[in-house]
Structure formats: C-alpha cells, structure tokens
C-alpha cells in the first residue's frame, strides 16, 4: 500500500507538523480543521514552521513553496474520501474521537487506514467506534513532528498485520525511525516519560531547588536538549495533565498522578509557551 494521499484531521501543534512532515515527503495532504479561524492558525504554524526550516538551511525555499502547495485545506471531513490513510490529531476526547472515527468509517473508502496520534487513549476503544477495526493504528508523532526523528506505532487488540506491515513503510516515506507497542496506556515513551516530568515538579514543590536550577542539572548532568520544566511548558501543561490523568487512570499508579502545582497551574490558565505562561514567562 503506498500512502499517495493523507489526510490531517485536526492541525493544531501537532497535527501541523504531521501535514508538514508528510508534504515534505511528496505525498498530498488534506488538511482539516473544525473551523476557519483553526484552519487560518493551522496554516500560519505550517508557514512558519517552513519558513523556520528554510532558514535553518534544512530545506530549499522551492522544495518548501511546493510541498506547501501540496496541502490542501478544509473544514469538511468528506474531503477525506479519496484518502489512504487518515491520521486524527484533535483535542484528547475519547468521546470526540469516537464520533470522528465513526465518520471517517463511514466516509473514508474501505481499503484507507485510520491512524490516531493519541498519546495517552486507547486505539482498541477509538477502533471499536469503527467497523475496520483490523485498518486502526496509532501512529504516536513527538513535537516539534518536522524535527523529531521517531513514531511510536501502536498496535491495537484488533489491529491486523497487514496494517502494520502497510504502516511500517512510513520510516522510509517519512525519514523517521520506528518503534512498536501494545496498547498500553503511554506506550513506550509518556510511559516513562510522565514519572521523570511529574518528578521534576514534585522536587519543585519540595525546595529541592529552583526551576532554573533543577532544568540547569538535567540539561548539563544528563545532556538532554531541555530541562523537564522547560520540557512541560513546551509541551503545554494542560496536556501533560490529561496525559497523567487518563494514565492514573488505568493504572491506579501514584507515579501518574498529577503534582497539585501542576493542577493549579492548568486552572489559573498557566499552560506553558502556548498562553505566554508556564514555569517560565515567553
Ligand atoms: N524543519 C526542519 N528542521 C528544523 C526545523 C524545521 N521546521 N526547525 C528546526 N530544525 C532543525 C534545526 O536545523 C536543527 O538541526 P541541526 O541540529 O541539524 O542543526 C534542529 O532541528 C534543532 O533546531 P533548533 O536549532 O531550532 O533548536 P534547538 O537546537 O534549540 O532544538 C528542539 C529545539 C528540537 C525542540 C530541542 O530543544 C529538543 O529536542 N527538545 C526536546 C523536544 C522533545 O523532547 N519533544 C518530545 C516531547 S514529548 C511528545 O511530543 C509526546 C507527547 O505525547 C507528549
């Protein structure tokens, strides 16, 4: 199966960099947002996220225009019709998925995979609003999608092995390494990943040290790109929160349950880099 036309369902953070990722891969994309205000912010993230990969000399200006001309965009889900396959980046609402993924069924043609980029809900459950639940994926994409060279691919209960072998061609398509995982609340990396943040706010709310700080340690002690406060406002806050809840959820694991600051800062609208506002001011 080769993936000539995708669609984009939803094309926020995320899902921008999705379009991005596989315009830039030569494939059409449809790209889809609830309404025309979404659909005008959808655009201005994929117009300077371009213009940030032509400046940092990771792509032509020509190879840039045209993979932009390849998206095209829409608020109507019908315009998935002629898809292969569908990856859905909307708001973490397992209601809302499921209504979205019971129209896509409907109107998507019969051999085209639907994909979530869920992080956090289960594919068997958004599969189960379908009647190919065999054709259901996740295809999990880490932010900033154009830079980050991994896809976590999620197997659900019911998900066939042709559709993970279809899926599988994307490392190629897309440059990207591939990993594979159950269906487990988190998969492989918020599994690990939302102990190690939740940690870095619990020691914050301790004393242990000051954000700066505790950021300064991981980055330079550890070598990574970010420190983990840092890390959760790029994130967003109000994400990282729903990722922890739905995941304590499952598993009833003091490790995912929230940090109170973390609640309280998502309330007061404290949400990281996207309101102005996180642990640090932008
Ligand atoms: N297109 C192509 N390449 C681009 C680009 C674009 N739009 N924007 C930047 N790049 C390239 C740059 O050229 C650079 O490449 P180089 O190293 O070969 O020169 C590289 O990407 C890094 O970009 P920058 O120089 O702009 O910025 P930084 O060096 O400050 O890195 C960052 C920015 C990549 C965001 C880095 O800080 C980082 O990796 N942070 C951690 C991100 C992370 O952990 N993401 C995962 C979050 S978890 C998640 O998403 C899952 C969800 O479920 C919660």
Same mark, same amino acid.
């Given at each position: 199966m080769t993936f000539q036309t995708v669609g984009v369902v939803g094309i926020g953070q995320m899902g921008s960099g999705i379009a991005e990722a596989f315009a830039r891969a030569g494939c059409q994309v449809v790209a889809r947002e609830i309404n025309d205000d979404l659909l005008e912010r959808g655009k201005a993230y994929l117009q300077r996220s371009f213009a940030r990969g032509v400046e940092r000399g990771k792509l032509p200006q020509a190879e840039a225009d045209a993979a932009l001309g390849r998206i095209s965009f829409t &608020? /109507?889900?019908?315009?998935?019709?002629?898809?292969?396959l569908v990856i859905e980046a909307a708001t973490e609402n397992m209601a809302l998925k499921k209504t979205l993924f019971t129209e896509l069924d409907v109107i998507c043609k019969p051999e085209a995979l639907l994909a979530s980029n869920t992080s956090s809900l289960s594919i068997t459950e958004i599969a189960s609003? &379908? /009647?190919r639940p065999d054709r259901v994926v996740g295809l999990h994409f880490f932010n900033p999608v154009p830079v980050m060279p991994l896809i976590e691919i999620v197997r659900g209960l019911l998900t066939s092995d042709e559709t993970l072998d279809a899926v599988r061609a994307l490392g190629q398509v897309l440059n990207k390494q591939l990993v594979f995982a159950k269906d487990?609340?988190?998969?492989?990396v918020n599994l690990l990943l939302v102990p190690y943040l939740f940690d870095a706010i619990r020691a914050l709310e301790n004393g242990v040290a000051t954000k700066e700080d505790i950021d300064t340690g991981i980055k330079?002690?550890?070598?990574?790109?970010?420190g983990p406060l840092t890390l959760l406002d790029f994130v967003g806050l109000d994400t990282c929160l729903f990722i922890g809840d739905a995941m304590y959820g499952e598993?009833?694991?003091?490790?995912y349950a929230a940090p109170p600051l973390l609640r309280r800062m998502v309330t007061a609208g404290l949400l990281g880099r996207k309101s102005g506002r996180g642990f640090y001011t932008y």
């Open positions: &608020t /109507q889900l019908t315009d998935f019709a002629h898809c292969d609003a &379908t /009647q487990n609340p988190g998969f492989i330079l002690g550890l070598n990574h790109p970010m598993f009833k694991d003091a490790r």
